[in-house]
């Protein structure tokens, strides 16, 4: 691997024309492809072989036309303090709001709250109109937008309270604009720090520019090949800048290093690629493990997800190994300070960065003089950050988790205080009627029997399809969509289908939004640990072949559950708790994303996995090359402490500026993210790793023989470089530390 990642390291450096134009030739290509490509079908939240997905479905066959995709509004009035909206002039306000939209472009249907049974509050204050559109949610056109908007800025005028509800108004998340732009200001202040220079610190953001960009291009113009949709782009976003930032950087600080030691900038820029570069590799390996690893928890969203986003992966490892060493053949030593260049200049030699002591060595000697204590601390301290993860609660987040600033939000709460809590979150009982003898009186049995559950305040008639086969009924909880009561209340009704399917001859099926949400969180709790044990497994083994160590991979996964389990602690203490929740604008605490613990598994395993790589392949490259373990991670962290810490610096900066997106569950992934790789680079692998191997000594590195034969040497460390032909190191001159 370290012989063949050298040669194409050497060769990208003399050909660097060839490459740099390959590559915006490439990125050139997919710009084309993602500009003439047709706008991807949203092919909207699908949850395989649960109950409400298969409502969902047999509701879309049984009534064409849309009834369960097309967006619609709720047009939200409540009459001003002391008044009844049913009073003379506050229903001329409603009905000429409402007939403003009856005729507009996509509605199908805006109906007149005073003409529907239920649509006006007991206390007759509030009342609401639905409006439905042919479009689906985040499809609607703007001009249909901005004419709802415009009708209840009418209603206000007249003096009403008006708000919309609903999910017309949903427009379709993208990623970029400030958070992607405050994320590369801060790496790009990081790199100046670490490497002292502009063109050093420049050249890991072009590339990861270009990476992500050809990236996002391929999947624009795959989208409607693969029914990828904008949603699907922006764990790619996240992860594209942050792993192609780091890549880079290895590189280039591997390169700076070879440099110092006296080789010419060619043979540099080789045994970087060849040594750098192999960790590189099987890092990128590790993450790309984790992230098409989604793909065995059964949520298509959440599939192609992973697997766009471990595309960009594998593109920003290409860019690693090819264009960076091709775009170091243009700079040469420039990537080097300038203060070093004069003295180089003036006669004077650099000092070899792993000739000193800095920094990262002294914080080795002493984690390793203390390993017990160091270790113990390490995960106590964890563990205490991990506590708040066994209140952990599930769910998807909807209109109540938006800020109040939004008219969604102020639409929810006026219908809660109006209808009650569980106005917002009610259920969908279909009932498949089709064979019984009298489909109206198995579809009123059934609603009478629902209507009789403890929890239901109010059943709707039932509403029939055409074909006069299956029923809907509409049952509101008396409690709120995100509580537990709810939950229970669904499994309840659920647990009376088999008795209602013997005595009516009806199958009942549970449904809505609601009802959505529990079975998500139910098939994500249920996929947990396959996919902990299928992705953990595979990369246990990848970092068995890297590290021909059995002890090294063990450590490197359970480090890596106690980093997730303590950001797991952080997101529940901010967004389940309300810890700090002002100061990073979550207006309103609920229960977790519901995909945010198997997510948050899948990427932060892989980036954890970087770190682990980075950091043990120079230990274990001292070590190979005769040092005592100790010794050997002093070494390690002399060399590649400052690097690694830079890294994690970016990463925590890329994610952290999506905490400032207004979706909250962008919010929620960039906290998240950004907690995890802080707790994982500088407690885990930063801390708790050279304790582990501290106290380990020697037997850290074992491997039985019988394994030992059947593994194959990738010879990551690079050591068969150090026993190759290669170019003579120039002679010392004067000392010139870098």
Do not use: C
Not at 8 to 17: D, I, N, S, T, V
Not at 276 to 305: D, E, Q, W
Not at 360 to 370: K, L, N, S
Not at 609 to 634: Q, S, W
């Amino acid at each position: 691997m370290a012989t063949f990642l050298y040669r194409l390291g050497r060769w990208a450096f003399a050909r660097r024309r060839l490459v740099a134009l390959l590559w915006v030739a490439v990125l050139a290509v997919g710009g084309v492809l993602a500009a003439k490509a047709p706008a991807a079908p949203d092919d909207g939240f699908s949850m395989p072989g649960t109950e409400a997905q298969k409502a969902f479905d047999l509701m879309n066959e049984r009534f064409p036309g849309g009834h369960a995709d097309g967006a619609s509004a709720r047009l939200v009035f409540v009459a001003p303090s002391g008044q009844k909206i049913t009073a003379g002039p506050s229903r001329q306000v409603v009905e000429k709001t409402v007939g403003e939209l009856v005729h507009g472009e996509q509605v199908t249907s805006a109906v007149d709250p005073f003409k529907t049974k239920g649509a006006v509050s007991k206390d007759e204050t509030t009342a609401y109109a639905t409006v439905s559109y042919s479009a689906k949610a985040g499809e609607v056109s703007k001009s249909a937008t901005d004419a709802l908007q415009q009708a209840a800025q009418h209603g206000r005028d007249a003096g009403l309270k008006v708000e919309i509800g609903g999910n017309a108004l949903m427009a379709k998340p993208e990623a970029g604009g400030s958070s992607e732009a405050i994320g590369m200001a801060l790496s790009a202040v990081v790199l100046v720090i670490t490497f002292g220079s502009l063109v050093a610190a420049g050249l890991p953001l072009l590339t990861a520019v270009i990476g992500v960009g050809l990236g996002m291009s391929l999947i624009t113009a795959l989208g409607s090949t693969l029914g990828l949709s904008s949603t699907t782009g922006t764990l790619a976003m996240m992860l594209g800048l942050a792993v192609g930032i780091d890549y880079a950087v290895f590189i280039v600080s591997r390169y700076r290093a070879e440099l110092s030691e006296g080789r010419t900038p060619q043979e540099a820029a080789g045994r970087a690629v060849g040594t750098a570069g192999s960790a590189v590799v099987f890092a990128g390996l590790t993450v790309v493990i984790a992230l098409a690893g989604l793909s065995v928890v059964g949520i298509p969203m959440l599939a192609k997800m992973g697997m766009a986003a471990a595309g960009t992966v594998v593109i920003a490892v290409l860019i690693a190994l090819t264009l960076v060493p091709a775009l170091l053949g243009f700079i040469g030593r420039k990537v080097l300070p300038r203060k070093v260049r004069k003295a180089e200049k003036a006669g004077g030699a650099v000092q070899p960065a792993g000739a000193r002591e800095n920094g990262g060595a002294r914080w080795a000697r002493f984690v390793t003089r203390r390993p017990l204590a160091v270790l113990l601390l390490g995960v106590a301290g964890l563990g205490v950050l991990a506590a708040p993860a066994l209140d952990l609660r599930l769910g998807l987040p909807g209109d109540e988790a938006k800020p109040t600033s939004t008219t969604q939000r102020r639409a929810y709460d006026l219908l809660s205080e109006g209808f009650g809590p569980g106005f917002n979150g009610p259920l969908t009982v279909l009932v498949d009627v089709k064979g019984t003898p009298d489909p109206k009186a198995a579809a009123g049995e059934v609603a009478k029997a629902v209507s009789g559950v403890p929890g239901v305040v109010a059943v709707a008639p039932p509403m029939f399809n055409k074909a006069g086969d299956t029923a809907l009924l509409n049952a509101v909880p008396a409690t709120g969509p995100a509580e537990a009561a709810t939950k229970d209340l669904v499994h309840t009704i659920r647990g009376q289908a088999a008795g209602l399917k013997a005595s009516t001859g009806a199958t009942v099926l549970v449904s809505g939004t609601t009802a959505m949400n529990i079975d998500v969180s139910q098939k994500l709790t249920d996929a947990l640990l396959p996919y902990l044990a299928v992705v953990v497994g595979l990369a246990v083994l990848l970092l068995l072949v890297v590290f021909r160590s059995v002890l090294v991979p063990l450590k490197a996964a359970l480090g890596f559950l106690l980093s997730v389990a303590a950001a797991l602690g952080a997101v529940v203490a901010v967004f389940q708790w309300g810890w700090l929740a002002d100061l990073i604008g979550v207006e309103q605490t609920g229960p977790v994303m519901s995909m945010m613990p198997i997510f948050m598994i899948g990427v932060v395993f892989g980036l954890a996995m970087d770190y682990e790589v980075f950091l043990v392949t120079r230990i274990r490259e001292g070590f190979v090359h005769g040092e005592r373990p100790r010794e050997a991670i002093v070494t390690g962290f002399r060399h590649n402490a400052r690097v690694v810490t830079a890294a994690a610096f970016i990463m925590i900066a890329v994610f952290a500026g999506f905490i400032g997106m207004s979706e909250p569950m962008i919010k929620m992934m960039g906290l998240g993210l950004a907690a995890a790789v802080a707790f994982d680079a500088f407690v885990v692998r930063m801390t708790i790793v050279p304790a582990v191997l501290a106290l380990l000594d020697h037997r850290a590195w074992w491997l039985p023989r019988w394994l030992d034969r059947l593994i194959p040497d990738v010879d990551v460390e690079g050591s068969k470089l150090h026993t190759a032909a290669s170019e003579p190191v120039a002679p010392a001159r004067e000392s010139v530390t870098v």
